[in-house]
């Protein structure tokens, strides 16, 4: 028998294998997919987004600033926590409003750069999902979810990177450590290192969407 965090993966999977507009950024991602899960007819008995936890309830939280996971999703008494990470490269496009077609091309998506940030934000989140199945016993496991238009998230930094811990490249095997090679810089001040209970794999799957190539890995903890 599926499980809840199966269910959910799947409902996720088919949500961004479905899902044919260009999303503007995180927020309006975790919108359409909590809309999509409360739609999906799986019978989940609530799906609540930016679910508040106070991080003092978690033993080895380390990075004292509030915790709000992006969906939770609820069926049969069991939870399952799900985080988002939406980075981007920007795109503009025309875009449609209340049934007119603008003139003028719009920032669709932003240029966020800062790679290796964003790949630390996607490793964070599974620690938190791993530390919040950890305290609460109605939460069995949960998802991180990373989607990107930028290709370079699923390419391996070379080894001298200050990075090179948290690579979210296609393996079968990452380093539980995710720790920054050089303890001096400006991303090892403001950002700890930590470590993962296990070795996650990563797989990426490809899909098309308005012309822009979208990469997406849906990690299980």
Not at 85 to 91: C, R
Not at 96 to 119: H, I, P, S, Y
């Amino acid at each position: 028998m599926a499980t809840l965090i199966d269910i959910v993966r799947d409902d996720v999977m088919a949500f961004l294998e479905s899902n044919d507009e260009l999303l503007f950024n995180e927020r309006d991602f975790q919108m359409h997919l909590a809309t999509w899960l409360r739609n999906s007819g799986n019978g989940y008995d609530d799906v609540d987004v930016e679910y508040y936890v106070p991080w003092q309830e978690l033993d080895g939280y380390i990075w004292e600033s509030e915790l709000r996971l992006d969906v939770v999703v609820k069926k049969s008494g069991e939870y399952c926590p799900v985080e988002l990470k939406y980075k981007t490269k920007k795109v503009e496009r025309q875009i449609t409003r209340f049934d007119e077609l603008l003139d003028d091309k719009v920032v669709v998506m932003k240029n966020q750069g800062a790679q290796d940030l964003g790949m630390y934000d996607f490793w964070k989140d599974v620690r938190r999902v791993e530390l919040v199945r950890n305290r609460f016993d109605r939460v069995k496991g949960g998802l991180a979810v990373f989607v990107t238009n930028d290709a370079s998230y699923t390419k391996r930094s070379k080894e001298s990177s200050n990075n090179y811990l948290f690579n979210m490249n296609e393996d079968k095997v990452h380093s539980k450590r995710k720790h920054w090679a050089n303890p001096e810089s400006t991303c090892a001040k403001m950002h700890p290192n930590f470590e993962v209970e296990r070795e996650y794999a990563i797989n990426w799957h490809q899909r098309t969407v308005d012309r822009v190539d979208f990469y997406y890995c849906i990690t299980v903890i």
